[in-house]
Nanobody
Framework: QVQLVESGGGLVQPGESLRLSCAAS????????MGWYRQAPGKERELVAT???????KYADSVKGRFTLSRDNAKNTVSLQMNSLAPEDTAVYYC???????????????WGQGTQVTVSS
């Protein structure tokens, strides 16, 4: 089993920044990629960004240039720096553990508890 614990999130005004973190523990052997998803009310969960050991970091078009995903291998932690936040970024954000092969991020059934991000004036 893999446990994912998220931190960060909150209420900010448009244009401000937030940083989300996700710490992984447990049987992380074989996990070579991590991702962040988000789900807004009434919408499907969407992939925001992924990061792979020895591979690419990818972003959804909607967050490119504003969000930055990084990882600390020593701490088994990934962090999502979100800048220039807009109301459409409002959602519950979920950390996921997965694998990357065949040019595609493949989520495993390991999810964090979710953290709310609200962007509003």
């Amino acid at each position: 089993q893999v446990q994912l614990v998220e931190s960060g999130g909150g209420l900010v005004q448009p244009g401000e920044s937030l940083r989300l973190s996700c710490a992984a523990s447990g049987s992380i052997f074989g996990i070579n990629a991590m991702g962040w998803y988000r789900q807004a009310p009434g919408k499907e969960r969407e992939l925001v960004a992924t990061i792979t050991i020895g591979g690419p970091t990818k972003y959804a078009d909607s967050v490119k240039g504003r969000f930055t995903l990084s990882r600390d291998n020593a701490k088994n932690t990934v962090s999502l720096q979100m800048n220039s936040l807009a109301p459409e970024d409002t959602a519950v954000y979920y950390c996921n553990a997965g694998t990357y092969w065949g040019g595609t991020y493949r989520p495993l059934d390991y999810w964090g508890q979710g953290t709310q991000v609200t962007v509003s004036s």
